[in-house]
């Protein structure tokens, strides 16, 4: 059984940076997929970022980010990705939201890493509020 707790969040200013953590607990295997999603009030949750295999039965990792972003969040882990954290610069009231990491147990490539209904276990989430 697999959990994901996020760390990480709460109150920054415009302009500002934070990185949350997502602690990974029970079997984590090179196959599967993780990334973070950002749920702002009253809208879907969106995909951010992501951390997974290159192509089903390989175990070369690979990131991607979501284009909206613009280069402005980053993915990475440790190595045997038990963390998987989020650094996000350049926050703006947009990005207000509370934050999930997900894992889908297998791979998810383009075009579908961002569907929330894929993914196979969640974390509880953190609030990021970014405000003066």
């Known amino acids: 059984q697999v959990q994901l707790v996020e760390s990480g969040g709460g109150l920054v200013q415009p302009g500002g940076s934070l990185r949350l953590s997502c602690s990974v607990s029970?079997?984590?295997?090179?196959?599967?997929?993780i990334s973070w999603f950002r749920q702002a009030p009253g809208l879907e949750r969106v995909g951010l970022a992501s951390m997974g295999p290159r192509d089903v039965g390989t175990t070369d990792i690979v990131t991607t980010h979501a284009t909206f972003l613009k280069g402005r969040f980053t993915i990475s882990s440790d190595s045997a990705r038990k963390t998987v954290y989020l650094q996000m610069e350049g926050l703006n009231s947009d990005d207000t939201g509370v934050y999930y990491c997900a894992l889908f147990r297998g791979w998810l490539g383009r075009g579908i890493w961002d569907q929330p209904a894929r993914y196979d276990a969640w974390g509880q989430g953190t609030q990021v509020t970014v405000s003066t």
């Open positions: 029970g079997e984590i295997s090179p196959f599967h997929t």
